[in-house]
């Protein structure tokens, strides 16, 4: 299944524009580990096991 920018930001509790900026590799608060988007058109679309998987992976992980 695919999740629209809107979805994947409310599933992880964050604004769309902080998604916007772990997406652009020339922000400050990129993460190269996030899921990368699909582009269809105009449109941008995640893959909803790889949101999954990228949230357990920070509740898993320890924190520095």
């Known amino acids: ?3 629209r920018t809107k ?3 409310q599933q992880m509790s964050i604004g769309v524009s902080t998604l916007f900026d772990w997406t652009n590799p020339k ?6 580990d996030f899921p990368k988007p699909i ?3 105009r449109s941008t ?3 909803q ?3 999954k998987n990228y949230i ?3 509740y898993t992980s320890p924190s520095p």
């Open 56 to 58: 357990c992976l920070l």
């Open 45 to 47: 679309f995640y893959i």
């Open 49 to 51: 096991d790889e949101i």
């Open 1 to 3: 299944k695919y999740l």
């Open 7 to 9: 979805e994947v930001a």
């Open 39 to 41: 582009k269809v058109g």
């Open 27 to 32: 922000s400050a608060r990129f993460k190269a």
